[in-house]
């Protein structure tokens, strides 16, 4: 196998959650390199495909689906047809904050979908395809949550829980191939993610710290040419994370919760 270290990225990417934050930021960056693209989400995408051929890309496809959903990922390989995938940048996701059992489960249930059978359904296809004619790069959006017992964000931290492990295991399964797959671990971004997860009413939202998605996004895409297995965006996210591995989930669960949970609810 040779190096997995490259300058640019080449060919035809693929970018979910393209409409907004790092995953526009991502296709950007693809679209600066040349790359073709066929940018996805489940909201509009017209603001993205024009930033896209605004910086430098010709071949701008889009599709508005749902990755929940079987259909949607059916949609995305319907859209990507014949075409040879050199690189999927599998971005989608959100969030649902309050407490777990205040939640609706069909709010629930589609984050789940979107995080993990989505994610992992459409890298199954795709890497699929990579591995037979070994090449291509993977590059998925986890987070740092996921190293966080997420209390008042409960299910999205578990789903990152989740993607977290399966990259560092898949990368490992194909360390032997020419197909790499990187893990981007950003923490709380300058994103629509506080308001999509109704989370504006906690101090994690409210923050005037957030991470910029362009520096995120950097850092992910850096991480992919370099054919690194995980980058955590941000010094002191690094340090957030030894911490979190290092100390008692109950006293990380306690952390969190005063992050996350919503003023409304320590007023009740």
Request: overall charge negative; some cysteine.
């Amino acid at each position: 196998m040779s190096s997995n270290k490259i300058d640019k990225l080449t060919g035809f990417a693929v970018v979910t959650g393209a409409s907004s934050g790092i995953g526009l930021e991502l296709a950007k960056l693809a679209a600066a390199d040349g790359c073709s693209l066929l940018l996805v989400a489940d909201r509009d995408l017209s603001a993205a495909e024009s930033a896209a051929k605004a910086c430098g890309a010709t071949d701008v496809t889009t599709l508005e689906t749902d990755l929940a959903t079987a259909h949607g990922i059916e949609a995305v390989m319907g859209a990507i047809g014949q075409r040879q995938i050199d690189v999927l940048m599998a971005n989608a996701g959100h969030g649902q904050g309050g407490a777990f059992l205040d939640q609706q489960w069909d709010d629930i249930s589609h984050v789940i979908d979107t995080n993990v059978k989505g994610t992992v359904s459409l890298i199954h296809k795709v890497g699929q395809t990579m591995r037979a004619r070994d090449a291509g790069r993977i590059l998925v959006t986890g987070s740092i949550a996921g190293h966080l017992p997420g209390a008042f964000q409960l299910v999205y931290n578990s789903t990152k829980a989740f993607i977290d492990d399966f990259c560092v295991g898949l990368h490992n399964e194909l360390k032997d191939t020419n197909v790499v797959i990187t893990c981007l671990l950003p923490g709380v971004t300058d994103t629509q993610f506080f308001k999509r997860a109704d989370m504006e009413d906690s101090m994690a939202g409210k923050s005037d710290s957030k991470a910029d998605p362009v520096k995120v996004a950097k850092d992910g895409y850096d991480a992919l040419l370099d054919g690194d297995t995980q980058i955590v965006s941000g010094f002191m996210n690094k340090v957030q994370t030894l911490f979190a591995d290092i100390l008692p989930d109950d006293m990380v669960a306690q952390m969190h919760r005063r992050m996350a949970e919503p003023d409304s609810h320590k007023k009740g």
